[in-house]
Each structure stands twice: as C-alpha cells, then as structure tokens.
C-alpha cells in the first residue's frame, strides 16, 4: 500500500528539493528527448502538493501541482505508466492538463526510488500528440530511470548500489534453440564498471561486454549508459550500434580520461557465422570442439577516445560444439600469469558455459580480484 508521509520522509532525506540544475540529470533528460522524439520531459520530485522538476525540458518550469498529475499516478503503482492518448483514457480524459494547458495526449512515466524503496518521483516523456510505446522503449524508459535514480540519490547506500547494478545486467538469459548462454558478474567493489547483454532480433543473437575505465559510481554509470544505448534500435547494423556509442561517449564524456573497451557480436542462429566488433577489448575467444583454443584479433580502438574511428566488423564462424568467450581484463588477475587461459580452457571444457561462469566468480571471490570479473559464453551445441 501506497505510503505517502513514507513517502514525504524519504524525499526530503534526500536533500534534493529546490536544488539548482545538475549537469547530469539534465544530460540523461535530452538522452530521453533524442532517443524517443518528444517535446517534453521531465524528472519529476514529489513534495507535498506540488511537483518539483529537478530537470525538464519543454514544460515551462520547475514546479506545478501535484493534484491530478499524470505523475503521481505513477508513484502510487508499480512500473512504467503509459498512456498513449489520454483524450481516449477514462482516467485522464477529462484532466486538467489534458483538457487545458499543455494539452497532453501522450505520457509515459516509470517512478524513481530513493534507497529505502519509496517512490518519489518520476522520469517521464510527454507529447501532445497521441504515440504508443512498445516493449523495447518500456525498457529502455526504464534504463533511463534508473541513470536518473543513480545520480540524484545517496551514492553511501547500498540499496542504491543495489538498484544500479539490477540496471546493468540482463534481467533473463534468452532461450536460443540450438546453444547454451551463461554469464556471470563479480563486482569488486559495490558498483560494477563492466556491463554485458544478450538480445534475439531477426534471427540473430547479439551478445555484447564492455570494460569501463575504473572502479565505482562513474564507471558503473556509463556503463549503463552503453547497455542503454545498445538497447536502442537493436536492428541496427552492428558497426553502426558500436560506431554511435562512440559518438554517445565522446559527446558526453570526451576529455575526462575514461574510456570504454567492448566487444560485439552478431551470431546467425541458424549458421554459427558471427560478426563481430572489438573496440580495444581483446579478449575475445573460440574454443573449438576439437580442443583449440583460438583468440579473436581486431584492432579497433576503445570507445569514447575521441578519433573519430571508422569501426569495421571481423568474422568467425561457430561450428557445432564450439563455444564463445569474452571476458573483462579483471579476469586476468585472478588466474596463474604464467598460463592465464589454460584454466579457462580446462573450466569450460569439464563444466560446461554455466559451471565456467560460476567458477570464474567464486574464484574473483576466493582471490580477491582488485577489478571486476565479468565472463560471457555462448556455445552453440553438438
């Protein structure tokens, strides 16, 4: 049951009420507004009787009443609210910011949390125009929520650090006829710099891992920033998905001296033939049935750097039986220096992808391994 003193109490614990505009909100705010095409959106704080817009863009700002808002609807339920014309919805036809200024038809709003779990807010995209919003942009809206969630609250909680690593990993592993997928993730602090995803789209399996430069909240951040941006449009062809996160980046954080390795893969489901795009990464694997082990090289800079690189993809091929491996670098400290992928090898081969990524994490455990360990295997079965 919806608690709204809970509610009051957790927001102004945050302490972000009436606070001036913050570089980092107001980011993920025109993010929200490119990628979806709306006039309007709004990070929207609950206080009392009014709304606090912590960013907005398109609204005219910084405060409204709560009453009738589209918002606190979506605070008192669980997940994003959508509705696509609101001149057609019982609940809103007749509201007031439908039927006068600014005229809504379109809103879409997933609620923000503060570390204990309240609902205080929202971010939210707006249009006066009727749209509709499929599976994808539900999830994608929800990434960027939870950006937002990640900036504006206490980053000491661990119910924080909690929610922002939900945000970086797959909620499920897809089920893909004819191979077994299996990935793991071992922080080594609270927060994880390392990111990996898995989609089917169109006949295909796109499988992605990126290394954030460092350790804790920023590189946990844009690291979900990259999964968020490979969400988008998964249709897209694969150098031109890698090419426009390297754009995101420069954009965003050029000249502060972080940058991102990743790989990306493209595996046609029914042939094993895969493309893939390795941006500084290198470590990227094909253990073949017959025992070989076989490194996949690509020269491709890392992301974010600057130059502008023109990113081409490589090609393998996965025959019944062989298996796909990349890693984060953090697995290179918790293994014998002298062989560091023979034990990886012998793993894989006695336990399976599943049994793999388990041992990796337990031995990031055991060791304790100074950068995160993030393995992701694919194997297309015999």
């Known amino acids: 049951m919806f608690d709204d003193q809970k509610r009051q109490r957790a927001i102004e614990a945050l302490g972000v009420l009436d606070t001036p505009p913050d570089e980092r909100v107001d980011r993920v705010a025109r993010l929200a507004q490119e990628m979806f095409g709306v006039p309007m959106v709004s990070v929207t704080l609950m206080d009392g009787d009014r709304q606090f817009r912590k ?9 409204a009443p709560r009453a009738d808002s589209f918002c606190d609807l979506t605070i008192r339920q669980e997940g994003t609210l959508v509705v696509e014309d609101a001149t057609t919805d019982d609940t809103f036809a007749e509201n007031p910011f439908v039927v006068g200024d600014p005229h809504l038809r ?69 089920e893909v006829p004819g191979y077994t997928l299996a990935a793991a993730a071992a922080p080594a602090g609270h927060l994880l710099g390392d990111v990996y995803d898995w989609q089917v789209v169109d006949g295909r399996l796109r499988v992605t891992l990126a290394d954030v430069m460092g350790k804790g909240a920023g590189p946990a951040i844009i690291a979900s920033a990259v999964r968020a941006s490979l969400r988008t449009a998964p249709e897209r062809p694969l150098t031109q998905a890698v090419s426009e996160i390297d754009r995101m980046l420069e954009d965003d954080i050029g000249g502060s001296n972080i ?45 974010g750097m600057g130059f502008d690189e023109t990113r081409t993809a490589s090609a393998a091929q996965l025959d019944p039986g062989d298996v796909f491996m990349v890693c984060s670098d953090g697995l290179l400290d918790v293994l014998d220096a002298d062989d560091p992928f023979g034990h990886v090898h012998d793993t894989l081969r006695a336990l399976g992808p599943a049994g793999a990524v388990q041992e990796a994490t337990a031995l990031a455990a055991r060791r304790g391994a100074p950068d995160d360990v993030t393995v992701l295997v694919v194997r297309r079965d015999a």
């Not at 960013?55 to 405060?63: D, K, R, S, T």
């Not at 960027?144 to 924080?160: H, K, N, P, S």
């Not at 694997?285 to 025992?291: I, K, M, P, S, Y």
């Open 106 to 174: 379109f809103y879409a709003g997933h609620p923000l949390r503060a570390p204990g779990g309240e609902q205080v807010g929202t971010l939210c995209i707006v249009d006066t125009e009727p749209r509709t919003l499929d599976d994808r942009g539900r999830e994608l809206l929800r990434e960027l929520a939870l950006w937002v969630q990640a900036e504006i609250m206490d980053r000491g909680e661990l119910d924080y650090a909690s929610v922002v690593q939900r945000a970086m990993l797959p909620a499920r592993t897809p």
């Open 55 to 63: 960013a907005q863009i398109g609204l005219g700002g910084h405060e």
């Open 259 to 303: 940058f991102v390795t990743a790989v990306a893969a493209d595996i046609d489901i029914a042939s094993g033939r895969m493309a893939f795009v390795d941006a500084g990464h290198s470590l990227a694997f094909v253990l073949r049935a017959g025992g070989t082990w076989e490194p996949l090289r690509s020269t491709g800079l890392p992301l």
